[in-house]
């Protein structure tokens, strides 16, 4: 399985950006797939998760009610729409696959990540 993530960028604050993350699996179980992000100097976070199969989502604190996790299941595609977004919001976005069945926010449950994008915010 591969992950591949694309859509960052440079955005100014207040600006939109939507990042993608193509699978290359040839059929989802029960999985989940989220979203982390990397700053520098500092670990890496939970930002959001999606249940494959059902839909369910899950958000950290910090992005709740600016981002918009979302798969399309035909194209096994994951998604992650980030409005109004701060100079704090820049990082490396990574997407990730957790094939445990269960929602996690921990890193160590996902077990294949993609290669990050690059997103800036400037002020």
């Known amino acids: 399985v591969q992950l591949q993530a694309s859509g960052g960028g440079l955005v100014q604050a207040g600006g939109s950006l939507r990042l993608s993350c193509t699978a290359s699996i040839r059929s989802f179980g029960r999985y989940y797939m989220g979203w982390f992000r990397q700053a520098p100097g500092k670990v890496r976070e939970f930002v959001a998760a999606i249940s494959w199969i059902g839909g369910s989502t899950y958000y950290a604190d910090s992005v709740k009610g600016c981002c918009t996790i979302s798969r399309d299941i035909a194209k096994n595609t994951l998604f992650l729409q980030m409005n109004s977004l701060k100079p704090e919001d820049t990082a490396v976005y990574y997407c990730?696959?957790?094939?445990?069945?269960?929602?996690?926010?921990?890193?160590?449950?996902?077990?294949?990540w993609g290669q990050g994008t690059q997103v800036t915010v400037s002020s």
């Open positions: 990730a696959l957790d094939r445990s069945n269960r929602l996690s926010t921990s890193i160590n449950e996902y077990d294949t």
